[in-house]
């Protein structure tokens, strides 16, 4: 027996239907077309300020906090968020130290931090910062870290480990840390302000209307 065919029947109103929508899509693939072009000629004509330019050099200030790095096994948020500033801090013989690792449990989508499942906090890692701040003859340091909601404590422990170590290693250099928001604990950030560091500060980011669109957890009610 021959087999059935199921057949589409073209009516009126399919017809219709088919010709409303291919219209739509020739004018939308016209109108990407057009806008790739502009895009283009913008990208290619457009004359850029020379103040958002970066000069990539290397003098012996960047040879050196690259090899302190290196020599430390050191993390800093220069490198892991891919900061376009790099270059212009490390020729000042200067770089924003890291701790709690290089994996953030968080995952923004302003940061460049690498997102997932953290290892446990290097126990000799806050000492190896002081070391650096050392070598470096830092006379001011800032230090900040990666997300650790894995952690009973968020991490606060650790910080005021790494505050102290680098007080007593570097008793002249002024401390500025720039912290996460331990989830609005306020016992946590006590632990933090307990050290005394010189500066506690903490980034809001972006407006309160754009914070759930870009900060994966953290509120803006509670940065603020």
Partial sequence: MPEKLNLFILSPSNSFKLRHLFLKMTIYGSILKIRKKINKYFMNNLQKPDWIRTRLTSTSNFSNVH?????????????????????????????????????????????????????????????????????????????????????????????????????????????????????????????????????ISHNMETVRRLTPLIRSKARYETSL
């Fill in 67 to 199: 090899q302190t790095i290196q020599q430390h096994q050191l993390h800093t948020i220069c490198e892991s968020g891919k900061c376009p500033n790099l270059s212009e801090c490390w020729n000042r013989g200067t770089a924003t130290f890291m701790i709690l690792g290089e994996i953030c449990t968080r995952s923004c989508k302003f940061c460049n931090t690498a997102t997932g499942r953290p290892l446990p906090p290097d126990p000799a890692e806050s000492q190896a910062i002081a070391e650096a701040v050392y070598s470096l003859k830092l006379k001011h340091v800032v230090i900040t870290s990666v997300d650790r909601d894995d952690l009973h404590d968020k991490g606060a422990s650790f910080w005021a480990k790494t505050i102290r170590a680098i007080q007593v290693k570097n008793p002249n250099t002024t401390i500025e840390v720039l912290i996460p928001d331990f989830d609005g604990q306020h016992d946590l950030l006590d632990i933090i302000i307990q050290e005394k560091p010189n500066i």
